[in-house]
């Protein structure tokens, strides 16, 4: 018997809870290479690899709203760096569900900027909760985002417009709140140690007396929040590769572990237990290879939760803005959110895309770098030509590399 069969003999009553008849079909007809193989090894991977495939579409068909042509760009095969014009959340909207592997971003802080302006500091939570509520719809599920945000000294507005009304608003406090409000799992805070003094609150009109001082505010956040939405679908079992498995528990919240229960599989405990697992560990586990290997300067910079290093000089010495952006993103963050949390060839969304640092970086270490930004106008210039700069030219096809456009607002 060609071990595909075995797994289909003991999976049969699985595969009928978890697929439609039609679905089913498909997915049978889909696996029906499988039997060109010999290795059972390779057998077992390409088995969970098309099973955990097809479950994920069938969810992402309870989504409605996704913009067909904006998915055909998003996912066509190419090796450069994909750039979507548009509102962030209209864009976000549009997407399949739990088609990105990874978030990195820094928002537009509360009214830091001319492009940034809102009414009241509830008003701009809002907004930014909207977001973040369809990030984690289109964030792949087990994954993580990794969100930059500093304190700002300002009026929120809420009780008087007076200047007296300025006070220190904790955003990065606030953003956790709402990140685990809309699902998220806050992990860790690693604290940015800028380096240098990013207000004049400390001033105190020479007066060296109590209730006079202030510190000046000089760090900022690098939020790590997981994803778990709790999915109770069977999933194979990475040794045997059969869907004869029971739920064990939760291994983090929503994070679902599986027991196998097939007696024949080939590693069971000294107590006969089966392989306990679930789809966070099937997909860790499956990418432990030098290809995916961190290096060990870099593991050793991030072991501490205080970083230091220092932000983007965006002026020249003749006063230019040299980077076009007024809040350019240092490459260190999306560094270490693609570094520590993705793997070549996967999509890394910065949904606040700015001066497209984030996908710069993406690019860089072999993963899909795609960046949403409102301000087609006002920065697309200068992006491109940053973008263009950090690479060096590719002289056989004699250009630089291949950015892709999509304009949102078109659709």
Not at 88 to 96: A, D, I, S, W
């Amino acid at each position: 018997m060609h071990y595909i069969d075995k797994i289909l003999e003991i999976s049969e009553p699985y595969l009928l809870e978890t697929f439609s008849k039609v679905r089913l079909d498909e997915f049978l007809k889909d696996i029906e290479c499988l039997r060109k193989l010999e290795n059972r090894n390779e057998i077992i991977k390409n088995f969970s690899e098309t099973y955990i495939r097809f479950v994920k579409e069938d969810y992402q068909r309870q989504y409605q709203c996704v913009n067909d042509k904006l998915s055909k760009f998003i996912e066509k095969e190419d090796d450069g760096i994909k750039i979507i014009w548009g509102d962030c959340l209209k864009v976000l909207q549009g997407m399949k569900s739990e088609s990105i592997h990874i978030m990195v971003t820094s928002p537009p802080y509360y009214n830091a900027r001319d492009y940034s302006q809102w009414k009241n500091l509830n008003e701009y939570l809002e907004d930014m909760r909207k977001i973040i509520r369809e990030s984690y719809r289109v964030l792949d599920n087990h994954r993580v985002f990794v969100f930059n945000v500093g304190d700002v000294f300002d009026n929120d507005n809420l009780t008087t417009k007076s200047v007296w009304g300025k006070r220190r608003l904790p955003l990065g406090s606030y953003f956790t709140k709402i990140f685990e409000e809309e699902g998220f799992t806050f992990v860790d805070d690693f604290i940015w140690d800028k380096g240098e003094v990013q207000t004049e609150r400390h001033k105190h009109g020479n007066k060296p007396y109590p209730f006079y001082q202030y510190p000046a505010n000089c760090y900022e956040h690098i939020l790590i929040f997981h994803k778990h939405r709790l999915d109770r679908t069977r999933y194979p079992c990475p040794i045997c590769g059969t869907l004869k498995v029971n739920g064990n528990t939760q291994s983090e919240i929503g994070l679902m572990s599986w027991e196998c229960k097939n007696l024949d599989c080939f590693q069971r405990s000294k107590s006969n237990r089966g392989k306990r697992f679930s789809l966070k560990t099937i997909m860790t586990q499956s990418h432990q290879s030098k290809e995916h290997e961190i290096p060990k300067e870099f593991i050793k910079k991030w072991r501490r939760d205080i970083v230091k290093f220092s932000p983007v000089i965006k002026i020249n010495s003749k006063g230019k803005n040299v980077l076009g952006h007024t809040a350019p993103f240092p490459e260190e963050i999306p560094e270490f959110a693609v570094r520590m949390f993705s793997y070549k060839g996967e999509k890394v969304l910065d949904p606040f895309g700015g001066s497209f640092t984030s996908v710069i970086v993406a690019k860089r270490l072999n993963r899909i770098g795609i960046g949403i930004e409102i301000n087609k106008k006002m920065f697309r210039e200068a992006s491109l030509k940053n973008i263009a700069k950090n690479f060096q030219p590719d002289l056989l096809n004699n250009k630089v590399i291949d950015i892709s456009e999509f304009d949102y607002s078109e659709n």
